[in-house]
C-alpha cells in the first residue's frame, strides 16, 4: 500500500512538472526582450545579469539579502560559543604557508568581482562568496581561536549590518531623488558610460553592499556551525 501511495505521489509530481515545462514553451517573452534589448541602454550596465538583479528586480535581492542576514544572525544567536570542535587541528608548515601565500590573491580576486560585477561576469554575490573563503581558510588552517582574533565576530558582524543598511539606504536615496525604492534607471542617478568602471548609477555600490554583508554573513555561519559545547 505504501509503494503505491508513492507510485501515485510520483505520477502526479511529474505531471505537474511536465505541465510547467509545457507552459513554458507559451510562455510571454516580452519582459525578457525588454531585459536583452533595452537593459543596457536604461542600465548603463553591460551585465545584463547584474542589471536585473539590482535594478529591475533589486526589491527581490533585498529580500534575498535578508534571508543570509536572518540566518548568519539565527546561527550565531543559536549555536554554543564555549569550545570550537577544531581547535585541535593542526598543519604542517607547508600548508600554513601555502594558504598565506593564497589568501591575498583571493582577497584580490573576490574585492575585483564586486568592483566589476557591473561591467563582467560577478557581482556583490560572487565576489562576497570568495572573501568569505578567506575567513574559512583560515579557520581551517590555524583554528578558530586564531580566525576570531584576526577577524573579531563583532568585526563581522557590523560588516553585515552595515552591508544591509547600506542597501537599503541606497533605494531610499532614490526615493529622495524623485525615483521609486532601489529603481536605478528612474531615480536621476548619473549612470554614466557602459563600459566604465564609474557608471550604471548605484549598481557597483549595491554590489560592495551585497559583497560585504554576504562576506561576512557566511564567515559567521561557518565560525558558529563548527562550535560545540
Known sequence: ????????????????????????????????????????????ALNLVTAILFDYRAFDTLGEATVVFAVASTIAFLV??????????????????????VIPFLFIIGAYIIAYGHISPGGGFA?????????????VTFGIRYSDRQVRSRIKSFMESFGAMGFVLLGLL?????????????SHFNLGVPGDLISSGIIPHLNVMTGLKVAAGLSIMFNSLIKEE
Open 1 to 44: 500500500m505504501r509503494k503505491f501511495a508513492s507510485l501515485v505521489v510520483v505520477v502526479i509530481l511529474s505531471s505537474l512538472l511536465m505541465m510547467t515545462f509545457l507552459s513554458l514553451s507559451t510562455a510571454d517573452y516580452e519582459l525578457s526582450e525588454h531585459y536583452i534589448n533595452y537593459g543596457v541602454e536604461e542600465t548603463k
Open 174 to 186: 532614490g526615493m529622495a531623488l524623485g525615483g521609486n525604492f532601489l529603481a536605478n534607471a528612474n
Open 80 to 101: 554554543p560559543k564555549r569550545t570550537a570542535s577544531m581547535i585541535s587541528a593542526r598543519f604542517s608548515i607547508i600548508m600554513q604557508q601555502t594558504t598565506s601565500l
Open 127 to 139: 565576489g562576497g562568496v570568495i572573501l568569505a573563503v578567506i575567513t574559512i581558510l583560515i579557520t
